[in-house]
Nanobody
Framework: QVQLVESGGGLVQGGGSLRLSCKAS????????MAWYRQAPRKERELVAV???????NYADSVKGRFTISRDYAKITVYLQMNSLKPEDTAVYYC??????????????WGQGTQVTVSS
């Protein structure tokens, strides 16, 4: 069974920083992209940042210059360093990865989500 387990969420004051981590485990053959999404109350889930298997990155305009996505290939872990946090960054953050898993076709996998709350 494949799992994506997030950690690092919490409550932080505006202007502060948090670092999210997401580790993949299971019968993983290959990991393609890894990404972070977020969903605020009463809003659609949105892409925050994505990193390809080659290390190329893309960010939502709202987080450019403040957030940094990175990955550790050996640990099959993706990180999201969030600086200069704003109240509008408050959301549940979800880890996502497109992976090739033994006995299954390649597809997207999701973590359970971690809450990030930024106070003003």
């Amino acid at each position: 069974q494949v799992q994506l387990v997030e950690s690092g969420g919490g409550l932080v004051q505006g202007g502060g920083s948090l670092r999210l981590s997401c580790k993949a485990s299971g019968s993983i053959i290959r990991v393609n992209r890894m990404a972070w999404y977020r969903q605020a109350p009463r809003k659609e889930r949105e892409l925050v940042a994505v990193i390809s298997s080659l290390g190329n990155t893309n960010y939502a305009d709202s987080v450019k210059g403040r957030f940094t996505i990175s990955r550790d290939y050996a640990k099959i872990t993706v990180y999201l360093q969030m600086n200069s946090l704003k109240p509008e960054d408050t959301a549940v953050y979800y880890c996502n990865s497109f992976m090739y898993v033994a006995g299954q076709g390649p597809r997207d996998y999701w973590g359970q989500g971690t809450q990030v709350t930024v106070s003003s």
